[in-house]
Each structure stands twice: as structure tokens, then as C-alpha cells.
């Protein structure tokens, strides 16, 4: 089982970035995605979720209206986009395929916001 997440990196403020997270080893279109974030000593956040068929999304409010989970099945990716970035946003972001009980971890890329 793999995720691999790609599309990091250093932007501006205001700046987007659009990360992917490829999936192998599993059946991914039977597993919703999550992407979470964590920064230097803060504890990890749920930033986006999106269903298996991608039928349903949801965002905290920290994000909602700046980023977008998308998904396709066909291509088992998983994707993230970022619009609007702030200094705030800054930090490792991973990808997570959950089913009842299971869970597999991204390794994570890193995002950079900042002038």
C-alpha cells in the first residue's frame, strides 16, 4: 500500500498550489480521502474530506471557500487545491484513505507560505 503526495512547495501570499496523492495497493475507490495538515509544534488538522464516489466534500471552516478536494477513481489521485493561500497555511500536508477501521498515511509534502 502507497500514497504518494506531490505539488508542495514554496508560494506567496495569495498564491495557489494544487496538491495530487496517488493511491496503490488498495482499492481506492472504496475508501474516502482526507487530507490533513500539520504545522511545527500544532497538532494535526483535518483541512478536507471527500467521499469514495466524490459525491460529498466537507471543509473546517479555516479553509472553506479557499481549497478544493477532488477525486478520480479512474486514475486512483486524489487532489487538493489551493487558492488564496495565507502564512498560516504553511505546513506538512498528507493524504489519508480511511474504511471502517483502516487507515493508510501519506508521507507528506511540504507547504510554504510566505514572501
Known amino acids: 500500500v502507497q500514497l504518494v503526495e506531490s505539488g508542495g512547495g514554496l508560494v506567496q501570499p495569495g498564491g495557489s498550489l494544487r496538491l495530487s496523492c496517488v493511491a496503490s495497493?488498495?482499492?481506492?475507490?472504496?475508501?474516502?480521502m482526507r487530507w490533513y495538515r500539520q504545522a511545527p509544534g500544532k497538532e494535526r488538522e483535518l483541512v478536507a474530506a471527500?467521499?469514495?464516489?466524490?459525491?460529498?466534500?466537507d471543509y473546517p471552516d479555516s479553509v472553506k471557500g479557499r481549497f478544493t478536494i477532488s477525486r478520480d477513481n479512474a486514475k486512483n489521485t486524489v487532489y487538493l487545491q489551493m487558492n488564496s493561500l495565507k502564512p498560516e497555511d504553511t505546513a506538512v500536508y498528507s493524504c489519508?484513505?480511511?474504511?471502517?477501521?483502516?487507515?493508510?498515511w501519506g508521507q507528506g509534502t511540504q507547504v510554504t507560505v510566505s514572501s
Open positions: 495497493g488498495f482499492r481506492f475507490s472504496g475508501y474516502a
Open positions: 489519508n484513505a480511511v474504511r471502517l477501521a483502516t487507515n493508510y
Open positions: 471527500i467521499s469514495n464516489d466524490g459525491g460529498s466534500t
